[in-house]
Every structure is written in structure tokens, then in C-alpha cells.
């Protein structure tokens, strides 16, 4: 008998290994070819916003070296790349004129990816928002909704008929819990409970017009919003019933504003009652609208929280030690089993039947040493094990279909500015020479078996 010399929990045939960036966080060229500023241009303009006065120029300026990134993208072995449109380049005005040659520069981009044997995986919003309508409002103001569906129509329009893959708008509670809530991202704001949920609100109405614009101008495609978790998804402490129930009750109490409209078509007794008269006013059909069926749900998941049954019965969120393993951020505690609850939860407790895992990695201090080469052992072994969690929820019979690495390259980590890298390809942000990983050369051994090595 021949031995097996393959090693390594196999993953289905079929399944998507990938890699994730966002255009504000690589494009650089923040004010070329006619585009405006995003809140975020604007927000890195005030002192103390941003780590080391960091600004989105020069990125790992992709706007001009997107051919030979996708080349290191096939070198690599790379298969599927997520990456995000600009709306400020398409619409510099939020709602005004369309920028057809914004629109020719992104259709050049798939015809590139698709000539290089490359799928692209199109998200239409990921946190740049014109800065023109913030200054009308931003997210609380329904008009930011249809200026979004214009939008939307416009880009899905242009590249539906090559583009089949499809994001919406990534991490809600992102975009509107740090941008309009505690104003630790753009735009900044601190809004009281009515305003946030209003702005909540506009979002999943915003992703439901995108949904409608991929189903009208690019049938057949596939399509779901990204979610993450704020606060981290609850993991149960101990693996026993009594704890997982704990985890069920966390779990909907922290997601059920945005679970609740998804997946059940209303926001839950139990959200509204705690919300009260700051409830979002809803529009006759917006609910309809959020509601409409997705393919899918895409999970941004990095770490989580061990939760258990407190002494009053309800849920309880335990502190880590000081010396619990984490990455080179203050919230990137190594959870792996963050990757399996997280699937388990939203189907056990909302019905998602479907899922990527749009996201996940790590940053860590990594060291150019003095043969050049990043040996960043340790965000190879945080990959492994998220992984052996995402394999574990396969071999369970959850239905997930692909994981998304985060990210391709050290990029300009939104407040972090570039100090923090979650790269698997180094950037010399002075040189913009990209240099892989060990992490990029081990994650193209994944992707070539389809099992963990």
C-alpha cells in the first residue's frame, strides 16, 4: 500500500480560498482623476485621528500598481480576490454625476483578474462614504440611501456582466457603532441612540437596494452583506449545554439589530423593547426591502469572547489575563473557536444557512531580517488554527463555502494608520516593494492541496 504522504484535514472540493482589501485602505491617489474626498480623507486631516498623522496617500498606491499586484496574485496561486469599489471615484459628488471613467478603471481591473484565471469578489461599500454627504448628514440621513442605490445600480450595472460575486456593504456595526456611536473611526461623531439607530437603520435599507441592483443588472450572480460582531461573538466557556445556551442569549442580544431585519424580517421584541423611544422610524417597505433573500452571509470574525452563565443567570462575558495570547492589537485576543461559534450561533439562533468567512488574520510586529525575509511564524500559526476551526464547523455540516485572508497587504489600517500590519505580502511603505511572507508561501501550499499543511 502506497502511504499517504498528505497530511492535513482536507477541505471540500469546490471551496473558496481567497484573500480581502478594501479600496481606501490600498488605492492611495486619495485626490486623482477626479475623485473626492471620502470621510475618511477628511477625518485623517484632524490631529490626533490617526496614528502618526497617517494619511490614505500613499497606501500601497494599488491605483497604479494594480497590473503587477494581480500578477503577485497569480504567482501566489491566489484564485479569488475580494476588493472593494471607491464610491468617491465613481460618484465624487455622493449623488451627482457619474464618473464613467472611474467605472472603465474598475472594469480594466476584472478584465485583468478574470484574464489571470483570478474571480473577483466585488464589495460595494466599504467605508468610504463621500465626504460630500457626510457633510448633508451622512448615515442618519435617508438620503444617503438613495444616493447609495444610484450607486450601486451604476457600478453593478458597468460590471455585472463579468462580476458574479458579490458583497454589499461591510461590517454595519462598524461603520455605524465606531463611526457614529463612540466616534473612534470616520466620520467621528458621537450621536445619541436615536441618531445611531436611525443610522443602522439606513444601512441595511442601503444594503437591501444593493441586493435589488445585483438581482436586476447582474442575474445569476451571487450575493449577502458582511457581518461582524460588536462586542466579539460570544464563545461558551465549557463546551456543556447550560454554556451554550448562555452563548445562544448572548448571541442575539448582540446581534439582533441586525440579525432580526435579515433573517426574520423585523427588528425583534426584544431589540425594540430596549430601544424604546429611540427605535428607528420605518418606512412602509423597508423591512421587505432589508429582508430579501441572500446567498449567503458573510462573517468577518478575528477574536471572541468566553462567555458563561453568571451568578444571576444571565450571560457573562469574561475578562482575559494579562497574558492571554494576542496579536499586535489591544482587542486581537487568539480565539480561534471564534471561527466555529460564530457560524453555529447565527444558524442556531437565526436560521443562516450559508456563509464565507469574508475575513480574518492578524497583525503582529513583524521583522524584516537580514536575508529580507518575514518569517511571521506567528500569523501563520493564528491562520492554521482559525482555520481548524472553520474545519471543524464543515465537518459538522455547517455550510461554508470559503475563507477570505485578511489581508493581501500591509495597508493603511484605518486609525492604526500603518503602523499595524496585517499583511500576508510586505509593503516598504518609502519603496512600495512588496515582499511575501513565509505566511503568503505557506497559505499558497493551502490553497494548492485544499488541506492544512
Known amino acids: 500500500m502506497t502511504p499517504d504522504t498528505e497530511r ?3 477541505f471540500p472540493e469546490g471551496f473558496v480560498w481567497g484573500v480581502a482589501v478594501a479600496a481606501p485602505q490600498i488605492e492611495g491617489s486619495s485626490f486623482v482623476d477626479g475623485k473626492s474626498a471620502s470621510i475618511w480623507d477628511r477625518f485623517a486631516e484632524t490631529p490626533g485621528r490617526i496614528k502618526n498623522g497617517d494619511r490614505l496617500d500613499p497606501a500601497c498606491d494599488h491605483y497604479r500598481r494594480w497590473r503587477s499586484d494581480f500578477e503577485l496574485l497569480r504567482e501566489l496561486g491566489i484564485e479569488h480576490y475580494r476588493f472593494s469599489v471607491a464610491w468617491p471615484r465613481v460618484i465624487p459628488d455622493g449623488d451627482g454625476s457619474i464618473d464613467v471613467a472611474a467605472l472603465d ?4 481591473q476584472v478584465d485583468a483578474l478574470l484574464e489571470l484565471g483570478i474571480t473577483p ?7 468610504d462614504l463621500p465626504q460630500v454627504l457626510e457633510d448633508r448628514g451622512g448615515w442618519p440621513n435617508r438620503l444617503v440611501v438613495d444616493a447609495f442605490r444610484r450607486y450601486a445600480d451604476a457600478v453593478v450595472e458597468r460590471l455585472g456582466d463579468r462580476v458574479k460575486r458579490w458583497f454589499t456593504l461591510n461590517e454595519i456595526p462598524c461603520i455605524v457603532g465606531n463611526g457614529y456611536e463612540n ?12 441618531v445611531v439607530n436611525q443610522a443602522y437603520h439606513h444601512a441595511l435599507l442601503a444594503h437591501g437596494h444593493a441586493m435589488e441592483a445585483i438581482r436586476e443588472h447582474a442575474p445569476g450572480s451571487l450575493a449577502g452583506l458582511v457581518h461582524n460582531h460588536l462586542p466579539a461573538p460570544p464563545i461558551p466557556v465549557c463546551e456543556t449545554e447550560e454554556q451554550i445556551d448562555a452563548a445562544r442569549i448572548e448571541y442575539a442580544r448582540t446581534n439582533d439589530q441586525l440579525m432580526g431585519p435579515l433573517f426574520l424580517g423585523r427588528y425583534p421584541d426584544a431589540w425594540l423593547e430596549r430601544a424604546g423611544a429611540d427605535a428607528p422610524r420605518v418606512e412602509p417597505g423597508d423591512l421587505e426591502r432589508i429582508g430579501r433573500p441572500m446567498d449567503f452571509l458573510g462573517l468577518n470574525v478575528y477574536a471572541g469572547d468566553f462567555v458563561r452563565r453568571g451568578a444571576d443567570g444571565r450571560p457573562e462575558r469574561l475578562p482575559f489575563p494579562k ?23 447565527a444558524r442556531e439562533v437565526y436560521g443562516a444557512t450559508t ?44 455550510d461554508i463555502r470559503g475563507y477570505f485572508l485578511w489581508s493581501f497587504l500591509d495597508n493603511f489600517e484605518w486609525a492604526e494608520g500603518y503602523e499595524k500590519r496585517f499583511g500576508i505580502v510586505h509593503v516598504d511603505f518609502e519603496t512600495q516593494a512588496r515582499t511575501p511572507k513565509l505566511s503568503a508561501r505557506w497559505y499558497s501550499e493551502v490553497i494548492r492541496t485544499n488541506r492544512l499543511v
Open 105 to 108: 478603471h474598475y472594469s480594466r
Open 323 to 345: 497574558q492571554f495570547p494576542q496579536g499586535d492589537l489591544w482587542w486581537l485576543n487568539v480565539t480561534p473557536q471564534s471561527m466555529y461559534w460564530s457560524v453555529r450561533l
Open 355 to 398: 456563509f464565507y468567512m469574508t475575513e480574518s488574520g492578524a497583525c503582529f510586529a513583524d521583522r524584516v531580517d537580514e536575508r529580507g525575509e518575514i518569517l511571521d511564524l506567528d500569523r501563520r500559526e493564528y491562520v492554521r488554527n482559525y482555520l481548524l476551526s472553520v474545519h471543524r464547523a464543515i465537518d459538522e455540516g455547517f
Open 121 to 127: 469578489w466585488v464589495t460595494l461599500f466599504h467605508w
Open 8 to 10: 492535513g484535514p482536507r
Open 183 to 194: 466616534g473612534y473611526f470616520a466620520p467621528g461623531r458621537r450621536e445619541p441612540a436615536a
